[in-house]
Each structure stands twice: as C-alpha cells, then as structure tokens.
C-alpha cells in the first residue's frame, strides 16, 4: 500500500462506521431479541436472589448480562432517539442489581421466603459442592477405619490424642452416658454450640480457597474413622451406633452442606467462570450465606436429639426410627420445597420490544 494511502485498520473503521450508519434498529433487535428475553427469564426466575440459579445458568446470566451492556453502548451510540435504549437501560440496570445489591425484603415475609424458597433453592444449586464435601469427609472416614481396625496402635498417628479414645472403647467406656450425669438440657446446649462453630468453622473456610473447609472435613472425618474402627475391632460398634443412630443422619447432612456452602465459596474465588471474580464472590458468598443460616436451626433440632434421644435408654428401634424420619424429612424438603412453575416464570417475562412496539414507558437508569 502507497505509504501515503489509508492504513488498514482505518479502512477497516470506515467498514465499520459504514455498518453502524446502515443499520437498521428492526435488525439490530431483530438479531438479539432472543437473548434479551433469555435473560429476563433468569432474571424473574431468580428473583429477590441469585442462589436459585444452577452455575450454568449463573455463567449463563454473566454473558448475557455483558452481551446487553455492549448493546447498551451500541444502541446509545447509533440509535440514541429510540426506545431500544431505554429497554436495554432498565435491562442492564435490573442486571446489575441482581448481581451486585441484595433484596431490601424483610421481616417475616423475608423468614417465610427464606424457608420457603431461598434455603432449598440454594442446596439446589449447590449440590455438587454438597456431594464433594460428603466424598471429603467419608472417603477419609473410610481409609481411617480400615487403618484402625487392621492398627489400633495407629491412631494417634492419624489424630494426636485419639489414643485415650480407642483405649476407653476397649474398656468399653460409654463417655457419651455424662450427659445423663451432667443433666441433658445443659449437655444439649453444648453439643449445638459446639456443632454450629464446626459448621461454621467448614463454611468460613471457603475464603482460604476452600483448603480450610477440606481441612475441618477430613479431619473430622479421619477422626469418625479412627473410633469406628476401634469400636468394631473390640466389639464395641453396637454401642457407638446405638448412639449415633438418632441424630447421626441430621448432623452429618448438615455437616457437608455447610461444608459444600464452604467449598463453593473457594471455588467461586478460583474459577470465577464469565462473571467478573468480584461478581462470582458476590453469588457465592450469598449462597453460602442462604446454607449456614439454614443449617443453624438443623443443627439445634440435631442437637436436642443428642442431647435427649441419642444417650437415653430407648430401644434401637425407636433411635433409627427417629433417624430416618428427620432424614426423610429433611431431604424431602430440601428436594422438594421451593420448585418455581415453569409457567408463572415464563408469564412473568414480558417479550423484548419489537421495531414496532415500543417497550413501556420509565425511567432509563445506566448502572
């Protein structure tokens, strides 16, 4: 090219500005209609809060939120006078609202929605996160039992201190009999406070990247391990179970999803995925948030048990009954409860505007 002709990449800006003059505003809604409305479908469906979306719809949100934000910018700056732009500002804005700000819901109406709707649909959305903080606790749990069963001198090389457990299984010592002796209301208090700071110690250690979370899973699953392989070498585990059964099915589920809640969070910081890591920090830290407020009132029910059920002298029967029908209960309404009609979504989403029909008239405010 003559070195006093035109650059290549300014003719290619002359192409483009020819382009933008050119278009057409039915063409330019005309080629996003479709993702426009897509993203308002997942933004009725989560409402008051993001911890209803699964993470692909989550990642999904994040390219469409983007997307529309540079067709902001295009229909501000080649079709300034039409009512696209004021579509797209309220758009964005209720965009950016749902990642960034949190509902100002309160009250008991908040409460009813938050058991009704935000705690399932946050396990939900999580669970993948939930099931791998179940395989971090019982896989250690699993090799731990083996090894202690085969060893039991080798337990205090897997857990410092746990020597004196495995030498009061084998004197066949039910420790778990103080809380008879102590009085159960005062024992009870003490097994949620102490259950609820494990919990929360799982879920707070998501801002290391979730190696604290790992950390408080494996442990206290190796250690689970160690005296239920003591307890089945000396004979004990009809004994140990006999007191687990009650509440061992509540506390433990309430333990991974606080440990999921945990897990995602660290995720969350180091896969961000098509949301900014800001963003992802933002929808991870309310889901997690949704779970440990959620697992706290488990983890008191959980504890009463313990505290009354589990160390009385009730038959088996009755423990595992009592065990099954809190674990049926709980699962059934995590599983359950919370699910949105397709349809009332899809009502909800009114049709992006047409070349034809103007959106609604109201106030265009730019995030």
């Not at 809380?179 to 998501?206: H, K």
Request: with cysteine; charged share 15%.
């Amino acid at each position: 090219m003559h070195a006093n002709g035109p650059s290549v990449r300014h003719c290619q800006a002359l192409v483009l500005d020819a382009r933008h003059q050119t278009m057409r505003p039915d063409e330019f809604i005309a080629r996003r209609r479709e993702r426009w409305a897509r993203l308002e479908a997942l933004l009725s469906r989560a409402g008051a809060s993001l911890s209803g979306l699964s993470a692909s719809e989550l990642r999904e949100l994040g390219r469409l939120y983007r997307q529309a934000a540079s067709d902001l910018a295009v229909a501000r700056r080649d079709l300034p006078d039409h009512p696209v732009v004021a579509f797209l500002n309220r758009l964005v804005a209720r965009g950016h609202g749902a990642i960034y700000r949190e509902s100002g819901a309160g009250g008991a109406a908040r409460v009813r929605a938050f058991f009704a709707a935000d705690f399932p649909r946050a396990f939900r959305a999580t669970w993948p996160a939930t099931l791998a903080a179940c395989l971090m606790f019982l896989l250690p749990a699993l090799a731990a039992f083996i090894v202690t069963y085969n060893d039991p001198a080798l337990a205090g090389a897997l857990v410092p201190g746990a020597e004196q457990v495995v030498q009061q299984v084998q004197a066949g010592e039910e420790w778990w009999q103080r809380i008879n002796q102590q009085g159960r209301s005062s024992a009870s208090a003490e097994i949620m406070t102490n259950n609820i700071a494990v919990a929360f110690r799982a879920f707070a250690g998501g801002v290391t990247l979730g190696l604290y979370t790992l950390f408080v899973l494996i442990s206290n699953g190796v250690f689970l391990g160690v005296v239920a392989g003591a307890a089945q070498r000396f004979n004990f585990a009809d004994n140990l179970w006999g007191f687990v059964a009650a509440h061992g099915t509540l506390e433990f589920s309430v333990i991974f999803i606080a440990g999921g809640a945990g897990l995602q969070l660290g995720w969350a910081i180091l896969r961000p995925g098509l949301l900014s890591r800001r963003a992802a920090l933002v929808v991870a830290a309310r889901r997690a948030l949704l779970l440990i407020l959620g697992c706290v009132p488990l983890l008191v029910i959980a504890g009463l048990i313990e505290g009354f059920i589990s160390p009385s002298a009730l038959p088996l029967t009755v423990k595992v009954a009592v065990s099954a029908i809190s674990g049926v209960a709980l699962w059934g309404y995590l599983l359950g409860v919370g699910h949105a009609p397709v349809t009332a979504a899809a009502a909800a989403t009114p049709p992006p505007p047409s070349p034809h029909r103007p959106p609604p008239p109201g106030p265009g405010v730019a995030p």
